[in-house]
């Protein structure tokens, strides 16, 4: 599968942002999907994840604000994230896999998007 992020951007504190990431090539529905974020020189991190059939998991650092979901018609996962803060400032990746949910580390995801810039301005 590939995928293709995009929405990222440059936002004010408390803003909100939505992410998307299309998917294509093998059935979309296959995969459990995550979205990860980076800052330089530090590691890739999960921010939230969703199994094939919509269950959802967030991290603690984003739970009540950001929100991932899927549409399987459309082979696309968002990440809508609300109220923004300026540590959420990082390079956000959209990746997938097959096999267990949830999975948290990089390493268990085999397809990644290209990753999109958020910055949140203060």
């Known amino acids: 599968v590939q995928l293709q992020a995009s929405g990222g951007g440059l936002v004010q504190v408390g803003d909100s942002l939505t992410l998307s990431c299309v998917a294509s090539?093998?059935?979309?529905?296959?995969?459990?999907m995550g979205w990860f974020r980076q800052v330089p020189g530090k590691d890739r991190r999960l921010v939230t994840t969703?199994?094939?059939?919509?269950?959802?998991y967030c991290a603690d650092s984003v739970k009540g604000r950001f929100t991932i979901s899927r549409d399987n018609t459309r082979t696309t996962v968002y990440l809508q994230m609300n109220n923004l803060k300026p540590e959420d400032t990082a390079v956000y990746y959209c990746?997938?896999?097959?096999?267990?949910?949830?999975?948290?580390?990089?390493?268990?995801?085999?397809?990644w998007g290209q990753g999109t810039l958020v910055t949140v301005s203060s």
């Open positions: 090539g093998r059935s979309f529905s296959d995969y459990h």
């Open positions: 969703i199994s094939r059939v919509g269950i959802s």
């Open positions: 990746a997938a896999r097959v096999g267990s949910w949830p999975a948290a580390r990089p390493d268990e995801y085999a397809y």
